[in-house]
């Protein structure tokens, strides 16, 4: 087995409220020809008017808007897909400027579920440096529906109004001018969450600094919001609160109308049935920290959910092809390979080897049990370590090979003695896994 740390990786290219009998109304506004247009959704028995459409993550691309055809990205006034400004006097909702087929087909490089996960994960590892402590992954049940919803919650330093825009909009990361964070590229959240399920809402609490108070704000990105009310851009509804003393009041960007209308339209397409349930969210948080939770989640061709909640009540795993039960069975047999035989379907074992360490102080909890981290070159037997520095640079590549060099760990598997047939080659990138090559 080879276990290859490099110094430097080349940069990839992209880019309801109401109870009882109540019926409750929310106004949804977007955008044609220039035009505020206004439809108005209705709900009763707090329950939201959910058209869940297709629930198979590789069909649900196919999107109808309100004029019966399925665009590409958007473009508008001369605005490129990759051009996202907030306008909030012209839509009262917090808008991006891409078509929301987008979402699916950008949350579409992630072949592989657990992925995804890996993808909020290094978004709370980054946050090590604002003091988070854990990331807490759970499964939570929905209210309204009595259906599954994932968690993933850090004690970080949370996001200000204005970063959890930047976070929810395509493209953009306030991490990018840093060099050790993992995330460079602000598309991570986006493609990770939404290939999870159809909808997400996040609420974050950024602790007060440099003379500004402390501030909540939730957000919410629901494809099926948007496929429901056929909208031709993606509509994100936004509210913030800051604190004032001992209590909190609304923070409002553009006007009062528009903040009631996000929040009018996070109840009524959101998995909470009250404002005060919704509200109700920061108490898990702390002083500071983000709280995501993933609903709607997709389902595999048989109508099952795609994640395996029930197998093992301390592990989210994947059904179907991923799952091979010859390797669990071998797993069991064979400890010291046991990650190796069962990465590809259990977030446990994946997790486990995602950072080739991690700080003593933080941790990876997983329904309610601390993931143990493991490092994959503690399997090795008779392990080597040498750098590999490439001979030749390409043309505008720097001199210093130090920046382009590569340690590798070469060994065997301890488990080879046993003839397990487990062989090929793990690459960190950053203190991360962003390749596993392994041949059974």
């Known amino acids: 087995m080879v276990l290859a740390q490099y110094s430097e990786a ?81 839509l009262g909702l917090d808008h991006v400027r891409v078509h929301p087929k987008f979402l699916h087909s950008n949350a579409t490089s992630h072949k592989w579920a657990l992925g995804a996960f890996a993808e909020l994960l290094d978004n709370a590892v980054d946050e090590i440096v604002h003091g988070a402590t854990y990331v807490n992954v759970d499964v939570l049940n929905n209210r309204k529906d009595g259906s599954k919803m994932l968690l993933v919650e850090d004690n970080g330093g949370g996001m200000t109004p204005d970063n959890i825009r930047q976070c929810m909009s395509l493209g953009y990361s306030v991490k990018s001018k840093s060099s050790n964070t993992i995330g460079q590229y602000g598309n991570g959240f986006k493609t990770s969450t939404m290939r999870l399920g159809a909808d997400v809402i996040v609420f974050s609490r950024c602790p007060a600094a440099d003379g500004k108070s402390q501030t909540r704000s939730i957000g919410l990105l ?14 994100v509804p936004m509210v913030d609160f800051e604190q004032t003393g001992q209590g909190w009041k609304r923070l409002i960007r553009s006007t009062s109308d528009d903040w009631n209308m996000n929040m009018r339209t996070i109840l009524l397409w959101s998995p909470f049935v009250s404002e005060q349930d919704l509200i109700g969210q920061f108490d898990y948080l702390g002083n500071k920290g983000t709280r995501i939770i993933i609903y709607n989640l997709w389902e595999d061709d048989e109508g099952q959910l795609e994640l395996d909640f029930e197998t093992d009540q301390e592990d989210i795993q994947i059904r179907g092809a991923n799952r091979d039960e010859k390797n669990i069975e071998m797993a069991k047999q064979y400890p010291n390979s046991k990650h190796f035989l069962t990465y590809r379907h259990s977030l446990r074992s994946y997790a486990a080897i995602l950072y080739l360490k991690l700080p003593t102080e933080f941790r990876i909890m997983l329904r309610g049990s601390e993931v143990e981290h493991h490092d994959i070159v ?21 001199n210093n090979h130090e920046v382009v060099s590569a340690v590798l760990s070469i060994g065997f598997v301890k488990d080879a003695r046993h003839h397990i047939d487990v062989q090929g080659f793990n690459v960190y990138h950053k203190n991360r896994l962003i390749k596993v090559a392994l041949v059974y």
């Open 378 to 398: 503690k399997d090795m037997i008779e392990p080597k370590t040498t750098t590999y520095r490439p001979q030749q640079l390409a043309d505008g590549m720097s």
């Open 10 to 90: 080349p940069q990839r290219a992209g880019v309801s409220s109401g109870s009882g009998n109540r019926k409750q109304e929310a106004v949804v506004s977007g955008v044609r020809g220039g035009k505020v247009e206004e439809t108005t959704a209705k709900v009763g028995d707090g329950v939201s008017p959910v058209a869940r459409g297709c629930r198979q993550f590789w069909r649900a691309g196919d999107y109808e808007d309100a004029n019966g055809i399925i665009p590409a990205a958007h473009s508008s006034g001369g605005s490129s897909q990759f051009n996202f400004p907030w306008n909030f006097n012209l």
């Open 222 to 235: 629901s494809y099926t919001f948007l496929r429901s009310t056929k909208k031709e851009d993606t509509v």
